[in-house]
């Protein structure tokens, strides 16, 4: 079932619509078949999106027209990321991962003082954690575990 559907003149998409939608001050049914619209002239839409891995991105998009099947085909190029790509998204996430153990150490540490605890270790902890960046290390948490 097609979600989109377009209008194509001269081999160029001039207009589209979502299934129910209207153009030029005609309505069309959210329950027409899509061959009810591909026979009123409309091309149906496939797009045909790749898996990525985390390291990669969409890019460009290529449309092709299919006349006898009365489709648009589009597809997407993939782009890997580069080396700096790669470590930005590590970095971030080891960051991300970093600041929920910042928020369990200072819940901790609250919550030992509220009891009167010692929260020498617990201090030591978040202040290894403040400088993980540093050299990109997570130190061990089992203290908050």
């Known amino acids: 079932m097609f979600y989109e559907f377009h209008k194509v003149e001269n081999g160029q998409i001039v207009a589209t ?69 790669k470590i930005t998204s590590e970095q971030a996430a080891f960051r991300a991962k970093r600041d929920g153990h910042l928020k369990e150490c200072d819940i901790a540490i609250f919550k030992a003082e509220d009891r009167g605890e010692d929260t020498t270790e617990l201090r030591k902890l978040r202040q290894s954690l403040r400088d993980a960046t540093v050299n990109w290390v997570m130190p061990n948490i089992s203290i908050l575990l």
């Open 17 to 85: 619509i979502r299934r129910g939608g209207t153009y030029n001050n005609v309505s069309y049914g959210k329950r027409m078949s899509d061959e009810e619209y591909q026979a009123m002239g409309w091309y149906g839409e496939i797009n045909e999106v790749p898996a990525l891995s985390q390291y990669q991105r969409l890019g460009e998009s290529k449309t092709v027209l299919d006349d006898d099947t009365k489709t648009v085909i589009k597809t997407f190029e993939v782009i890997d990321f580069t080396l700096e790509e």
